[in-house]
């Protein structure tokens, strides 16, 4: 069993940054490789990036290369994504997920566990 919860959502001006926080319990973090997804309303969920459990290996989808960065510290149980250049349509709950598969995945129901998600809000 992974428990995820997320942090670090909130209202930014387009042009702005965020970085957001997923912690997670369970002893075999270091082992899980971890995605970010986001809903908009009434949209499904979007693939963001994705982090092998070593970190040598990132993914990221097209509409935020070059603008967002995921990483993680396994002695902290935690994985970030640092959101720049932030546009009004990044608007969305945020939410990380992890598997335990090992390697990276991009579509949500190859995830086994998911936080609860944060608000990322995007004003023009």
């Known amino acids: 069993q992974v428990q995820l919860v997320e942090s670090g959502g909130g209202l930014v001006q387009a042009g702005g940054s965020l970085r957001l926080s997923c912690a997670a319990s369970g002893r075999t973090f270091s082992r899980y490789v971890m995605g970010w997804f986001r809903q908009a309303p009434g949209k499904e969920h979007e693939f963001v990036a994705a982090?092998?459990?070593?970190?040598?290996?990132?993914y990221y989808a097209d509409s935020v290369e070059g603008r967002f960065t995921i990483s993680r510290d396994n002695a902290k149980n935690t994985v970030y994504l640092q959101m720049n250049s932030l546009k009004p349509e990044d608007t969305a709950v945020y939410y990380c997920?992890?598997?335990?598969?090992?390697?990276?995945?991009?579509?949500?129901?190859?995830?086994?566990?998911w936080g609860q998600g944060t608000q990322v809000t995007v004003s023009s």
């Open positions: 982090i092998t459990w070593s970190g040598d290996r990132r």
């Open positions: 997920a992890s598997d335990s598969s090992g390697s990276i995945k991009v579509r949500p129901y190859e995830y086994d566990y």
